[in-house]
């Protein structure tokens, strides 16, 4: 097991109000507490995303601030290279990978082209294995496959 990255920011989207930069978010089996997609698919609750993602849109000249795809987690490792069933440890939560961010056409309010850009790179979905929080510069880790983490759903 070794560090492969940094959690650089957190963010939550809350209703009529937009996305909110956080110190810390807490996760259970539901997603990120306070977050408005909280408990609605937790296959897809929780977002992490790779400042790969926002070097890619610059690369093709677009400007895109931190949160504006949509991340819960802003982390300077490129997670893109995980697989359903994966996991990761961030603080002391465990999240287990479910699948790859689909092409999301809200991308196109920053910029027409960012959709195409970003279809494989946007990030990636996860859901809470172990419960707890996440904190800015906490250290990331990622497990082997066939590691199992099931046991600790319910903990805190």
Known sequence: MSTNGNVIK??????????????YLELDENGV??????????????LLTSLESYKIAQDYGIEAEFSSLGENIL????PYHLTIGDTITIGEVILEITHNCT????LAKIDAKLPEI???DRGIFAKT?????IKVNDK?????????WKKYIHLQ
């Open 118 to 120: 970003l279809k494989n």
């Open 10 to 23: 957190l963010f939550v989207s809350v209703k009529d109000k937009g996305r909110e930069s956080k110190e």
């Open 129 to 133: 294995l172990k419960n707890g929080t």
């Open 75 to 78: 982390m300077d490792l490129n």
């Open 103 to 106: 092409l999301c056409k809200s």
């Open 140 to 148: 990331i880790i990622i497990k082997d496959k066939g590691k199992k």
């Open 33 to 46: 507490y306070g977050d408005k997609f909280y408990a609605k698919n937790t296959e897809r609750a929780i």
